[in-house]
């Protein structure tokens, strides 16, 4: 019997399961436009209350995965690594990890995304490098991953079309916040990347897609149970994204922070998440304890064969690596404005959403598809959650090269600050390990 999409949305709305050949059959069928958007929007709003069992999603993460491209890096067998991360504020640890997991012998291939909104995106803070190169033809990308073991990129543009058409109609029709939707956008484009052990970073807090420590772990397990479904070696990283992740936020300044953690400088957030993501990977593809792993890990960024490893990857896709020997040859923004303490206290908590959006607004990220970046624009912190404070202190500076912009960000980054007269608390920064 024919399958029909009406059938497959009262079924779906029914709490019934769809099949494997029924997934195929409304992916196939989205992406040559014979399904119109009204029906798979009906499709998504019936997942969002009925969910989907692990064969459905499952079927539709395999689905979008083979939709388009992927990567076959099987020549690399089991040392094939790659990290994800939901997305935050201050959010550089894949260019700590990559070079890390490369020194220790793994074989990063990773293609990553831009910014969009109040998180930043990986290609852009790499382009902030001088002539590096964010696409590569898929020969010189395996090549270069076969000679130095790692190369990044820009995500092609025919990876996962499925999930891309798919994600673009949920973000309209109030259908992204479904678990196994979110779990099957992410790990197509893991599984279609190729790589065998991969470590997600789900973010949780005021900065991240998930707000609450329960919602983070419900979709670090389920990444986790498909991801090994579908035979990958896979472990989750909650972390935590009330407070931005580093001191600098915005493109350059992100490069020039990782330069620090790469050059030794790991006692501080930034350092000590990146350690613990790059040591899940050579925990997997060396088959080694965590604590091994750290080990291991610490070795080659304090010995400086990690930084190494980045000045190598960056100069065979064309980037000037002096700015990297010397990062005050960065282009630096025309305008800098100091934002000063009025009263004495502490730093109770941060909005990160609210203080990624005011990098945005100096220069430094996209409010929309399109939108040109300004590499040199961004924050650097100098108090964060925790922090005492005193009348005259710096809390932040700002650094952009619209002036007009300046006074509006003052008003909108006050607004992400809240006082007390007692030290707070401070998040865990990491929460839990799903493997």
Not at 50 to 70: C, I, P, Q, R, V
Not at 76 to 86: A, P, R, V, W, Y
Not at 181 to 201: E, R, T, Y
Request: glycine letters at 8%; proline letters at 2%; charged letters at 25%.
């Amino acid at each position: 019997m024919a399958i029909r999409m009406f059938d497959c949305i009262q079924n779906k709305k029914l709490g019934h399961e769809l099949s494997l050949e029924e997934i195929e059959y409304i992916i196939q069928g989205y992406l040559d436009g014979t399904i119109p958007d009204y029906q798979v929007s009906s499709l998504l709003m019936a997942i969002c209350f009925s969910g989907m069992t692990n064969e459905e999603t499952k079927g539709l993460t395999y689905t979008m995965a083979f939709s388009g491209d992927s990567v076959d890096l099987s020549e690399f067998g089991e040392l094939t690594c790659d990290k994800h991360s939901t997305g935050g504020v201050g959010d550089k640890t894949s260019l700590i990890v990559g070079p890390v997991v490369s020194a220790l012998g793994g074989k990063l291939a990773k293609m990553s995304g831009r910014g969009l909104g109040h998180t930043g995106g990986t290609i852009d803070k790499l382009e902030s490098i001088p002539n590096y190169k964010t696409t590569l033809p898929r020969d010189e990308f395996i090549k270069q991953t076969r000679k130095i073991g790692i190369s990044l990129i820009s995500q092609s543009g025919n990876i996962c079309p499925a999930d891309k058409k798919l994600y673009a109609l949920r973000d309209v029709t109030a259908t992204v916040d479904s678990i196994p939707l979110i779990v099957s956008s992410i790990m197509s484009k893991k599984i279609a990347a190729g790589s065998k052990n991969i470590v997600l970073d789900v973010k949780v807090g005021s900065g991240a897609f998930m707000k609450t420590y329960d919602d983070a772990l419900e979709l670090a397990r389920e990444m986790v149970k498909i991801g090994k479904i579908c035979e990958r070696n896979v472990s989750a990283v909650i972390s935590d994204m009330n407070t931005p992740l580093g001191k600098n936020i915005g493109n350059s300044l992100e490069v020039i922070e990782a330069v620090d953690v790469l050059k030794g400088n790991i006692d501080n957030d930034l350092g000590k998440v990146s350690v613990v993501l790059a040591a899940e990977l050579v925990r997997m593809f060396k088959k080694i304890s965590m604590d091994d792993a750290i080990k291991e890990v610490l070795k080659v960024i304090l010995n400086g064969k990690a930084f190494e490893k980045m000045q190598e990857w960056v100069a065979a896709q064309g980037g000037d690596i002096n700015v990297l020997l010397d990062t005050s040859k960065f282009d630096e923004a025309k305008y800098r404005k100091d934002l000063i303490a009025e009263d004495d206290g502490y730093i109770a908590s941060m909005n990160s959403e609210i203080i990624g959006n005011t990098s945005v607004m100096l220069g430094a990220g996209r409010a929309k598809l399109g939108d040109k970046i300004d590499y040199s624009a961004g924050i650097v912190l100098h108090k964060k959650t925790g922090d005492k404070v005193k009348t005259g202190d710096i809390l932040c500076s700002f650094y952009t090269n619209n002036d007009e912009m300046l006074e509006p960000a003052s008003d909108k980054y006050m607004t992400s600050l809240k006082f007390s007269n007692t030290k707070p608390s401070k998040e865990k920064l990491i929460q839990a390990i799903v493997r």
